[in-house]
């Protein structure tokens, strides 16, 4: 028999043959209904949170809000969006002698100032939409003022909507920045998830971050973890039957088969997790920007590399060695992905060693101590970035023979970065021929010699040339090889299969609670003696033959708390702390949204 250290409170899903119904009840002496009906489905085919959370303050939704909701500042069009029950109140204040407004019929009215009789006008082609609850974007009645996009028009317009309801017939007040997109969540319009990806939308700046945010928005996110949550509550239930009714209640499984049936589905969920959290490391690089390092010995010209790419000058170019001796970053969008370059110290060792082919001035140089910090701060950027530019150059010796000076500790950073590019500069010192012969002689001798980068072919490029805004080349100096490069790098990091495109919408915040989820299903797998998962065969095998080994009371629990951290991903569930969620997200909203 299955061992159970400890009773449990909760209902069971699959009833034994003799029982009608299960009822619990909770230190308050309250009756619940079974599991089943413990989460209710709502009429937007989402799940109501009614009773469960006690967060709906019947304030929240007394109170009629209204915002500007477009851009401070002049503008052909201002749109005042008003939300509550008042809306229609609001409307006859403003235009009193005219009907009332067809739902999601645009029309165009005069507005005046409530007071004045209909002798002061505010705006007098104003386009004025409704929206009726519950099918609106907050869930109750909306109103939408389109007026003229004057600094002066819109502030007599929003000074008088407070004026056209008495305070005894309801509040009328100024909307706290997200709380229309707040009403939304409570009145299950929208899930944490798709209010993540509105939040993103707003605060995109480049192509692949819109795209990104778009796809999250469609709700699929939410419905997976809501699906995902919903079987671990089912799962849950039918493991604490066992604990319950096991003793005195037939069963159509046995324990042990209803345990398998169990241990599938979650192995299956975990599998889905860590595609997502795979998908949201991805969706993080297009959020936050890709961090590239530029790294090389003094004077490759990693910051003449840098400037001609961002297109200003934002590191200092000389002649002289060690001119940048801190890290200097610069943020750029190529062809829809945020960038960040950081121009790094050039390498080299304190005892005047040089790696490079060639023999430059600075090999006998002491290093300094600032210098020296330098160096040790770009060791670490290199090692933190996601994309490593290795630079080298094309130099001329004393005697006259061309040599590419290099770094060999550079490119071994390079080698250790999952995506990396070599790059050597100053092609336009030597011939073409030259170039070829002293590219492929590094290449066999040097690059195929270094772990990791054996299959890389340097790119050659001229900083110089690139230059030259006269030239009629089609890419002068041959730096737009090297973003070609980049935005392939930029690809294979970030992109999804078409199938699975939504999964750019997944968060850190979701990310951190996936693995907290992950983190109990996988020590419900040690509870009932299961580690690995191919079918339902293995995993009958997988699990213990002697049932009184099998902690049923820790594995229902790990299942509650995995449930938990799903439900606070999407706000659906017990979450006691949706307000402090919500107040995380939130924070970035402006006012009006």
């Given amino acids: ?73 002049k503008a052909g069009i201002a749109v005042i969006r008003i939300s509550g029950p008042l809306c229609k109140s609001i409307y006859h204040g403003l235009c009193p002698s005219k009907p009332s407004l067809k739902t999601r019929h645009a029309t165009i009215r005069t507005l005046f100032h409530p007071e004045s009789n209909e002798s002061e006008i505010l705006d007098s082609e104003a386009l004025v939409l409704f929206f009726e609850s519950p099918k609106t974007v907050t869930g109750d009645d909306v109103l939408e003022l389109h007026v ?21 017939n309801g509040s009328i007040r100024y909307a706290e920045p997200g709380e229309f997109t707040k009403r939304a969540f409570f009145n299950n319009r929208l899930d944490l998830a798709q209010i993540e990806a509105l939040s993103e939308t707003l605060s995109a700046e480049t192509e ?46 046995s324990p042990r088969s209803l345990v398998g049936n169990v241990t599938k589905q979650v192995s299956q969920i975990l599998q889905s997790i860590h595609v997502h959290e795979d998908a949201s490391e991805r969706s993080e690089l297009l959020r936050n920007g890709i961090k590239i390092a ?48 950081a121009d790094t110290a050039g390498f080299r060792s304190s005892n005047g060693t040089d790696h490079a082919d060639s023999h430059g001035s600075e090999g006998n140089m ?136 939504d999964l750019h919408g997944v968060t850190e915040r979701q990310r951190q609670l996936l693995v907290r989820c992950r983190g109990h299903l996988e020590r419900y797998l040690e509870s009932v003696g299961c580690t690995t998962f191919v079918d339902e065969e293995s995993v009958m095998g997988e699990i213990q033959g002697d049932d009184t080994d099998t902690d049923i009371t820790m594995a229902a629990e790990h299942l509650r708390y995995a449930a938990n951290y799903l439900g606070r991903i999407t706000g659906r569930g017990e979450v006691g702390d949706v307000e402090e969620i919500l107040g995380v997200i939130f924070e970035k909203f402006c006012v009006g949204k």
């Fill in 1 to 73: 028999m299955y061992r159970a250290v400890g009773r449990s409170i909760f209902a069971c899903s699959r009833w034994p043959r003799n029982i009608v119904q299960l009822r619990t009840i909770y230190p308050t002496h309250q009756y619940l209904t079974p599991a089943r009906s413990f989460i209710k489905p709502s009429p937007h085919g989402l799940i109501d949170r009614g009773g469960l959370t006690g967060l709906q303050s019947p304030q929240l939704h007394d109170d009629t809000i209204y915002a500007l909701s477009t851009a401070e500042g």
């Fill in 148 to 168: 003229h996009g004057g600094s002066a028009t819109v502030k007599a317009v929003l000074s008088a909507i407070p004026k056209c309801v008495s305070v005894s």
């Fill in 208 to 253: 692949q971050q819109r795209r990104a945010a778009v796809r999250g928005s469609s709700g699929s996110l939410g419905r997976t973890y809501e699906g995902w949550r919903q079987k671990l509550l089912q799962a849950r239930a039918e493991m604490e039957a066992l604990i319950d009714f096991s003793e005195d209640q037939h069963f159509d499984e």
């Fill in 294 to 341: 530029l790294v090389g010995p003094p004077n490759v010209g990693k910051s003449s590399f840098m400037n001609q790419v961002v297109g200003r000058e934002a590191s200092i170019v000389s002649g002289e060695s060690g001119t940048t001796r801190d890290i200097i970053e610069a943020n750029l969008d190529i062809r829809g992905y945020l960038c960040t370059f």
């Fill in 366 to 501: 002491v290093i300094g101590a600032i210098e020296e910090e330098g160096i040790r701060r770009a060791r670490v950027k290199a090692t933190q970035s996601d994309v490593i530019i290795a630079l080298a150059s094309v130099e001329a010796e004393s005697l006259g023979k061309p040599q590419i000076r290099f770094d060999l500790e550079t490119l071994r950073l390079a080698a250790d970065c999952k995506e990396r590019l070599v790059v050597v500069n100053k092609k336009d010192a030597i011939s073409e021929d030259e170039l070829r012969t002293l590219l492929q002689g590094f290449t066999d001798n040097v690059l195929g010699k270094v772990r990791g980068l054996e299959d890389v072919r340097p790119i050659p490029i001229s900083c110089k040339e690139a230059q030259d805004l006269g030239s009629d080349q089609i890419d002068p100096g041959g730096l737009r090889l090297v973003i070609d490069q980049l935005v392939t790098s930029f690809t294979s990091m970030t992109s999804l299969p078409t199938t699975m495109q």
